[in-house]
């Protein structure tokens, strides 16, 4: 909560200070004091982290106050336990009150972009279940129609439980199979979505509204 709270204070100085035409009391150096901070103390756990030989370890992205750190070759159960180890050794490397939590271990995992990333999350080395969690993707976002969710989030987990593409191939053949034949839900192929009108896109941009509308 301590922690939590800390956050939201940078958070909300940022937001007050960087904004310069519409702030209640702009202070770009306040605002860039922050950001900087941040940064700073990020790129210096990831330095940690990928320096210290015993882990063998590499992270492969880091954003704002978080890190993904890939453990290959490693069982569930041994990157829980290199996990605390890195959360401590960063939070001793840093002042009070800055401390780095380990949340949770994705087995497995894609990570497509910055915030785009789902896969089968684990928060404890006894879990035997795990959590399908999806953050920035299709599956949960509310700018397309209910069935490409819902074909994307079952496909997902036919290849985390099987780490099969053939399988994944099949079941998204029959979807499509179905929406071709007439057999898929019309409720499931609706989007519904604010149109900007044609002039409220970029040339470029690929909207299904736009798209119909031209």
Not at 39 to 63: F, M, Q
Not at 100 to 120: F, S
Request: net charge positive.
């Amino acid at each position: 909560s301590r922690q939590l709270g800390l956050k939201l204070i940078a958070n909300v100085t940022y937001g007050y200070t960087a904004a310069n035409f519409s702030g209640r009391m702009p202070a770009i150096e306040v605002g860039d004091s922050v950001v900087s901070k941040g940064r700073e103390t990020l790129e210096r756990a990831i330095s940690l982290v990928e320096r210290t030989e015993k882990w063998r370890v590499r992270v492969c992205y880091g954003d704002t106050d978080s890190m993904f750190v890939l453990v290959p070759g490693r069982t569930r159960e041994e990157a829980f336990k290199i996990g605390e180890e890195i959360s401590e050794a960063v939070t001793k490397d840093n002042p009070f009150p800055i401390k780095l939590k380990l949340e949770k271990v994705y087995q497995p995992c894609i990570l497509q972009t910055k915030k785009r990333y789902v896969g089968n999350m684990y928060e404890s080395a006894d879990q035997e279940e795990p959590i399908f969690e999806a953050k920035g993707i299709e599956t949960i976002r509310r700018d397309g129609c209910p069935s490409s969710a819902k074909v994307l989030e079952k496909s997902l987990k036919v290849l985390f439980n099987t780490h099969d593409v053939s399988k994944v191939k099949e079941y998204v053949c029959r979807q499509f199979t179905k929406i071709l034949e007439g057999k898929a839900s019309m409720q499931d192929l609706i989007i519904a979505k604010e149109f900007r009108g044609i002039s409220g896109y970029k040339e470029k941009a690929s909207v299904p509204a736009l798209t119909l509308t031209r």
